[in-house]
């Protein structure tokens, strides 16, 4: 994949974050949220733990977890063919320790938005972290294939 299809994509993902966020919280509940805590807190773990691998499969159940909770079955499919493309250059953005730790804390803030019920913040968190990430794999892909 050459790195303007890639930041390309990581427009149209973002843009499908704020989507998520903005329907989300008109459907969760109360256990949704409690479910996506416990997600949460697994990947925290795995993240100091150093478990890479398992942060990494956590993060997504996370993310295609608040995409099922949007209730939106089209939003769900770009989403998730989307993904697919870039799923290689995605983890390989985690290699990159500074991002892995703010990736963290950008998922921090997301669940703090979430519990909240905030839908300002909620949005706002959803899309830097997806605008983040895309900067991020697009830096490493370029490091890559330079």
Do not use: C
Not at 18 to 41: F, G, M, P, Y
Request: no cysteine; proline share 1%; glycine share 4%.
């Amino acid at each position: 994949m050459d790195v303007n299809e890639l930041k390309e994509i990581f427009q149209v993902m973002t843009n499908l974050q704020e989507l998520i966020a903005e329907q989300v919280l008109e459907r969760v509940t109360d256990d949704d949220i409690e479910n996506l805590s416990k997600l949460h807190t697994q990947m925290t773990a795995a993240a100091e733990s150093g478990n890479r691998d398992e942060y990494f499969v956590l993060n997504q159940r996370v993310h295609r977890e608040l995409t099922r909770l949007a209730g939106n079955h089209v939003l769900a499919k770009l989403e998730e063919q989307l993904g697919i493309k870039i799923a290689r250059a995605r983890y390989m953005a985690n290699m990159n320790p500074d991002r892995w730790l703010e990736s963290v804390d950008e998922h921090g803030q997301i669940m703090d938005a979430l519990q909240r019920r905030d839908r300002s913040r909620l949005v706002f968190a959803m899309r830097e972290h997806m605008k983040n990430t895309g900067k991020a794999v697009v830096t490493g892909l370029i490091h890559v294939t330079s």
